[in-house]
């Protein structure tokens, strides 16, 4: 049995380890700088500025989500749970509260046939990432 429930502080570093496991699993185009860029700035800058909710099982978080608004802004699982159902309980719980809408990195094929098998179609793009990296970013909507 799983739950959903809001995170807070105490929840951060479970948050990185999510993170960076998810990460170099499914981010092979990151370099090792830019993950340890991204790294550093997951708990003073971007955690912080979204509501974080995360899938509890027997008392582990396994995947987690961040939301601002209507917008999803993060969406991670743990390496070791991928293909469980974890990022599709998260999905429903962030469109249950009104988000609508994702960026995705074009070069995370999995996570843009993921979100399509969601709802979500592509209304956009941008050549770079948030940061100003050479990631192009596909913005995505219900």
Known sequence: ???IRQCDINDYPALVGIWERSVRASHDFLGEDDICEI???LIPSY?????LYGFVENG?????IGLSGNMIEMLFVDDH???KGVGSALINHA????ADSVDV???NPLALDFYKSKGFRSVGRDELDSAGRPFPILHLAL
């Open 81 to 83: 749970s991928r293909g």
């Open 1 to 3: 049995m799983y739950r």
């Open 95 to 98: 469109i249950s509260l009104g």
């Open 47 to 51: 955690f912080p500025n979204v509501a």
């Open 105 to 107: 990195n074009e070069q």
């Open 39 to 41: 790294r550093a700035a």
């Open 60 to 64: 582990v978080i396994a995947g987690f």
